[in-house]
C-alpha cells in the first residue's frame, strides 16, 4: 500500500497510521499477529539498526522534516519485533538472494532515487564500515555546481545523478517544469530532442561515478534500482559503452551491470528478508564486522 506522507503533520501521526494498516491487513487476511516475526522499516539515511536510530537522513528531513529519530520509541506500536534499516542495504539483500543467486555474494547495489545511497555486500554479507556511514555514495564530492545538496554542500554525486537533476536541468534547458521523472520518461520515449540532450549529460556524470565505484569497491556485480530503473530501456547499454571507453583499469567482462530484478520494488521485499533471516539465523550473520 502507499499513501500521501504530506498528509500527515507528524512522524507520530504517520506512525500510527502505519499501525492502524498493519493490524487492519492482518484482520482481513485473518492473520494472528503471533505468526508475524516482525516489521522492518526501510529508510533512507545513516541507520543503527542495533539501537534502532535513524542517526541522519538529509532527505527524511527535506521531505518530512525528520533528521534524527530513535525508533525505540515507537516498539509499543506492534505486537511484534520492528526493525530498521537503510533501504539500499535491504535492497542489495533482495537482490543478492533472488532466485538463490549465490554468484551474487559480492555486490554493490546503487539505489538511485531523488538521493543516491548503496548497499555493499562483501563475501555474502552485508558491509555498514564502522560507524554505519558505508555507502554514502551520493554525497561523495563529485564536481562544483550550483545546487546545494540536502546535506547542506554543494557538488555532491546525488546533484547530478539523483533523478531530481533530470527534472531540473530540463527546466534550466526548456523553462518547462515536470512534475515527475516518469514525465521525463515519456519525453524520452517520444524523442524528444532536448531530454536526448540532457539525458546523455546525464550518461557522462552516471558513467564517471559508476568508475569511481569501480576503483574503490572493485565489486563482482554492480546492481542499478530504485526510481532510475524504469529508464532500463535508454540507461543500461550506453552506461556499458561509457564505462568500457573510460576504464583504464578494468576490461568489459570483470564487473557485471544490471538493474535490479526487483525494480523500485526491492527495498521493501528486502526489508520483509530482514526479520525472516533474524528468526531463522542469528540477525548478527548478515552483517560483516567492521
Avoid at 153 to 172: D, P, Q, S, Y
Avoid at 256 to 271: D, F, H, M, P, T
Wanted: with cysteine; charged share 20%; aromatic share 12%.
Amino acid at each position: 500500500e502507499s499513501f500521501p506522507y504530506s498528509s500527515f503533520s507528524n512522524i507520530d501521526d504517520i506512525m500510527d497510521h502505519l499501525k492502524e494498516r498493519f493490524i487492519s491487513i492482518l484482520d482481513d487476511k485473518s492473520i494472528k499477529t503471533d505468526n508475524i516475526l516482525g516489521v522492518c522499516f526501510s529508510l533512507p539515511g545513516i541507520i543503527n539498526e542495533k539501537e534502532k536510530l535513524l542517526e541522519k537522513g538529509p532527505n527524511m528531513e527535506t521531505y518530512l522534516g525528520i533528521n534524527h529519530l530513535d525508533f525505540k520509541n515507537y516498539t509499543h506500536l506492534f505486537p511484534f519485533p520492528l526493525e530498521i534499516e537503510n533501504e539500499a542495504i535491504t535492497a542489495a539483500l533482495a537482490e543478492m538472494m533472488y532466485d538463490g543467486r549465490s554468484q551474487f555474494s559480492n555486490l554493490v547495489y546503487l539505489a538511485v532515487n531523488r538521493g543516491i545511497s548503496a548497499g555493499i555486500v562483501i563475501g555474502g554479507k552485508i558491509y555498514k564500515g564502522g560507524h554505519h556511514k558505508a555507502g554514502l555514495l551520493g554525497h561523495q564530492f563529485y564536481k562544483e555546481s550550483e545546487e546545494i545538496c540536502t546535506c547542506g554542500k554543494k557538488g555532491c554525486w546525488e546533484l547530478f545523478v539523483g533523478t531530481g537533476a533530470l527534472i531540473r536541468n530540463h527546466m534550466k534547458l526548456t523553462g518547462e517544469s515536470l512534475e515527475s521523472t516518469r514525465e521525463f520518461y515519456f519525453k524520452l520515449v517520444r524523442g524528444d530532442n532536448n531530454a536526448f540532450t540532457i539525458w546523455n549529460e546525464y550518461l557522462e556524470d552516471f558513467s564517471n561515478g559508476l568508475i569511481n565505484i569501480l576503483i574503490s569497491y572493485d565489486p563482482v556485480n554492480i546492481i542499478i534500482g530504485g526510481e532510475i530503473s524504469l529508464f532500463e530501456d535508454f540507461l543500461l547499454i550506453p552506461l556499458q559503452e561509457k564505462m568500457i571507453q573510460k576504464n583504464m583499469f578494468q576490461d568489459d567482462q570483470s564487473v557485471n551491470i544490471e538493474i535490479g530484478k526487483y525494480k523500485s520494488n526491492a527495498s521493501l521485499i528486502g526489508a520483509a528478508m530482514i526479520p525472516i533471516q533474524a528468526f531463522f539465523r542469528n540477525s548478527k550473520s548478515l552483517y560483516l564486522s567492521a
